[in-house]
């Protein structure tokens, strides 16, 4: 894992009080964010699955591919990044003399961690002659073991630019990773990894709600297990989610990803209704429980002490630089 000095920014984060403090209720938190911002020459960029009033506060809005984008071009001295580690991780990879910030250090993601560096390293030396594509929602040391980067946005477009005779490792996500193998007919050798979120959906429960919904489109991320996409209307990123809930005719959809994406649909269509694909635990919702850990507060906070902060080897960071560029590169060339 990337070396973020984790003993380090807790001690300056007790020394600070920032652990114990509690926000006077009475702050106007998104006037303060936004005195921060100029006065720091930050940026706030917001992932589709944060808390509305973050969404509401950012500079910029996207999915991972977007969000990496604009980590790449920006100005600004500071990066605030409302996401989770291996987001603000690529930003810092991209921007190595910036300052990067998260505001919760926990916020981490199920996928990245379903695939161990060491473990990988070992899976990919028995298969030297396979060209490794990582899905971006992997850590930096994942990264720098592979030799492209992808998003669900562009991985069919990545895919589809390597020559049909090379083989090819695609990791972590192995839902995703078989979504694309039925889009480019190609043959992939998968990483058996998954997202907490999007393999809870219930297709049992699916199935009833599209019986009382009868004119809502299934909507859902390639990250969905295999009997969901077979029933879904429309698979895309969440971005091309959202884009076709703007385009399409229907007035009624059945989403079938973190919530998150549910208040920029409903801003944007507040004509349409947009149901939240029931999971299959208790639970009446399906939010991501890392994505949830940021907040307006720990965001205030974050800004005022400009901390926690993101570190990360140099070596490693260039290492992990390559396949994001290359990414990069051949989404521009794309248009994507």
Same mark, same amino acid.
């Given at each position: 894992?990337?070396?973020?000095?984790?003993?380090?920014?807790?001690?300056?984060?007790?020394?600070?009080?920032?652990?114990? !403090? @509690?926000?006077?209720?009475?702050?106007?938190?998104?006037? &303060? #964010?936004?005195?921060?911002?100029?006065?720091?020459?930050?940026?706030?960029?917001?992932?589709?699955? +944060?808390?509305?009033?973050?969404?509401? !506060?950012?500079?910029?809005?996207?999915?991972?591919?977007?969000?990496?984008?604009?980590?790449?071009?920006?100005?600004?001295?500071? =990066?605030?990044?409302?996401? !989770?580690?291996?987001?603000?991780? %690529?930003?810092?990879?991209?921007?190595?003399?910036?300052?990067?910030?998260?505001?919760?250090?926990?916020?981490?993601?199920?996928?990245?961690?379903?695939?161990?560096?060491?473990?990988?390293?070992?899976?990919?030396?028995?298969?030297?002659?396979?060209?490794?594509?990582?899905?971006? /929602?992997?850590?930096?040391?994942?990264?720098?073991?592979?030799?492209? =980067?992808?998003?669900?946005?562009?991985?069919?477009?990545?895919? &589809?630019?390597?020559?049909?005779?090379?083989?090819? =490792?695609?990791?972590?996500?192995?839902?995703?990773?078989?979504?694309?193998?039925?889009?480019?007919?190609?043959?992939?050798?998968?990483?058996?990894?998954?997202?907490?979120?999007? &393999?809870?959906?219930?297709?049992?429960?699916?199935?009833?709600?599209?019986?009382?919904?009868? /004119?809502?489109?299934?909507?859902?991320?390639?990250?969905?297990?295999?009997?969901?996409?077979?029933?879904?209307?429309?698979?895309?990123? %969440?971005?091309?989610?959202?884009?076709?809930?703007?385009?399409?005719?229907?007035?009624?959809? #059945? !989403?079938?990803?973190?919530?998150?994406?549910?208040?920029?649909?409903?801003? @944007?269509?507040?004509?349409?209704?947009?149901?939240?694909?029931?999971?299959? /635990?208790?639970?009446?919702?399906?939010?991501?429980?890392?994505?949830?850990?940021?907040?307006?507060?720990?965001?205030?906070?974050?800004?005022?002490?400009?901390?926690?902060?993101?570190?990360?080897? &140099?070596?490693?960071?260039?290492?992990?630089?390559?396949?994001?560029?290359?990414?990069? +590169?051949?989404?521009?060339?794309?248009?994507?």
């Amino acid at each position: 894992m990337a070396d973020i000095h984790i003993a380090e920014v807790n001690e300056k984060l007790n020394r600070f009080g920032f652990l114990n !403090v @509690e926000v006077d209720p009475s702050l106007d938190l998104f006037g &303060e #964010i936004e005195r921060l911002k100029k006065e720091k020459n930050a940026i706030l960029l917001a992932h589709y699955y +944060q808390e509305p009033d973050i969404q509401d !506060v950012a500079d910029f809005i996207g999915d991972s591919l977007g969000l990496a984008q604009q980590a790449e071009k920006t100005t600004a001295d500071i =990066i605030v990044f409302a996401g !989770v580690h291996f987001m603000a991780e %690529t930003a810092k990879i991209l921007n190595p003399t910036k300052k990067v910030l998260l505001p919760d250090l926990k916020a981490g993601c199920s996928l990245a961690d379903s695939a161990p560096a060491d473990l990988f390293r070992a899976f990919k030396e028995e298969h030297p002659d396979h060209l490794v594509i990582s899905y971006i /929602n992997c850590t930096a040391d994942i990264k720098a073991l592979s030799d492209i =980067i992808c998003t669900s946005s562009n991985a069919q477009k990545i895919i &589809e630019s390597v020559p049909k005779d090379q083989k090819i =490792i695609f990791a972590p996500d192995k839902n995703l990773g078989a979504y694309l193998i039925k889009k480019t007919g190609r043959e992939m050798l998968l990483w058996n990894g998954a997202c907490m979120v999007h &393999e809870i959906f219930s297709l049992e429960q699916i199935t009833r709600l599209k019986a009382r919904h009868p /004119n809502a489109k299934l909507i859902s991320h390639p990250e969905c297990e295999d009997p969901i996409l077979q029933i879904s209307d429309y698979i895309g990123s %969440t971005t091309g989610l959202l884009k076709y809930t703007q385009t399409d005719s229907s007035t009624e959809y #059945i !989403v079938a990803t973190e919530t998150g994406i549910l208040h920029q649909m409903e801003k @944007e269509s507040p004509h349409k209704l947009f149901i939240p694909a029931p999971p299959h /635990n208790g639970c009446a919702c399906n939010d991501c429980p890392h994505m949830k850990l940021n907040t307006l507060e720990k965001l205030y906070m974050c800004m005022q002490y400009e901390l926690p902060e993101i570190h990360m080897d &140099e070596t490693l960071r260039l290492a992990a630089r390559k396949p994001i560029e290359r990414m990069l +590169q051949i989404s521009a060339l794309h248009g994507l």
